[in-house]
């Protein structure tokens, strides 16, 4: 199993920033990865400000500094309680393009962020920016959502047997090596409604049912078996129905943590859990979100 490399973390000082910058110290302090706490001004906002009072205005230059001087007391708070090194990086400019060139620089592994902000970073996670992001990098991105109180226990991955599939599964294994996983696939049955239409009895559409719902827990138990997972470490769900539902209440009835999605889905349902599912999740869910974006070889 390979282990968790470099974690780049993003800040704005909210909240749930800290949450995000709790836990991926956590995270580092755990598989030993290098931490680095970043935080952008950004640029329009400034250029605005030179604009208006010139190009060596005061307030820009108070602006800087008060942000350098919280980023690295920040830092150094995380250091001291978590007991890991932390290189504190703050730039100004655009908050999407300066986290994806300090991710290159670091060559990060993991890019976490708060679900809430006050500022950037709130556009960054809820608007079109947080796709944006995922599509233009294959570094998995982590969503904290809770206040972190421990490693994380037990962990539910949406799988739909694409190769993305197989890359969180290996994944949550360098992020939460420890946690119970939850292997979750959602299935239908294809035209259910045009079947009734067409006059397909109920009885037949029912053995459809079971055969879709066995090749589903045939395709976890192979995945598990890929994966190297012991009996200990997994348990499977088959669910039915629509995925975006059935992940967040299987997330609430099956008290997990986290939950990990992937970036792309079958080719019938294309960047599934990219758009809409990860739309919902986070709206709906209470667990932190790791979107896995990167596909298996």
Same mark, same amino acid.
């Given at each position: ?16 920033? *800290? ?5 991926? $110290? ?7 990865a290098a931490l680095t706490l970043m935080h952008v001004l950004p640029g329009e906002p400034l250029a605005r400000i030179r604009e208006w009072l010139g190009a060596s205005s005061g307030p820009e230059a108070k602006m800087r500094e008060e942000a350098h001087h919280r980023l690295h007391e920040l830092a ?19 908050? #999407?393009? /300066?986290?994806?060139?300090?991710? +290159? ?16 970073? *709130? !556009? ?20 904290? !959502? ?27 294994? !360098? ?16 035209? /259910? +409604?045009? #079947? ?9 559409? +029912? ?16 995945? $598990? ?14 669910? /039915? ?42 709206? /709906? ?13």
């Amino acid at each position: 199993m390979t282990a968790l490399g470099p974690i780049l973390v993003a800040t704005d000082f909210s909240s749930q920033a *800290r949450h995000a910058a709790d836990r991926a $110290a956590r995270l580092a302090h755990e598989t030993h990865a290098a931490l680095t706490l970043m935080h952008v001004l950004p640029g329009e906002p400034l250029a605005r400000i030179r604009e208006w009072l010139g190009a060596s205005s005061g307030p820009e230059a108070k602006m800087r500094e008060e942000a350098h001087h919280r980023l690295h007391e920040l830092a150094a708070e995380l250091a001291s309680s978590r007991q890991v090194p932390v290189n504190a990086q703050d730039a100004s400019g655009s908050p #999407l393009d /300066e986290i994806l060139q300090a991710a +290159e620089r670091l060559d990060a592994q993991l890019l976490v962020l708060g679900a809430r902000g006050v500022g950037f970073l *709130r !556009r960054l996670v809820l608007g079109t920016t947080s796709e944006r992001l995922m599509r233009r990098t294959d570094r998995p991105l982590l969503v904290v !959502r809770q206040l972190p109180h421990e490693p994380y226990r037990r962990v539910l991955v949406a799988v739909d047997f694409s190769p993305w599939s197989r890359d969180a599964v290996a994944l949550v294994r !360098r992020v939460a090596p420890n946690a119970r996983i939850v292997l979750l696939t959602v299935f239908q049955v294809p035209f /259910e +409604e045009k #079947l009734h239409f067409a006059g397909v009895d109920a009885a037949t559409i +029912e053995t459809y049912r079971r055969q879709e719902r066995a090749q589903a827990l045939q395709g976890l138990q192979t995945l $598990a078996r890929e994966a190297a997972l012991s009996p200990s470490q997994w348990e499977p769900c088959v669910v /039915e129905g629509d995925a975006s539902t059935r992940i967040v209440e299987n997330e609430q009835s099956q008290d997990c943590d986290l939950v990990v999605l992937g970036k792309h889905g079958q080719s019938a349902t294309a960047d599934l859990l990219l758009g809409s599912v990860t739309k919902h999740v986070l709206a /709906e869910g209470s667990a932190d979100v790791l979107v896995s974006t990167r596909r298996a070889s």
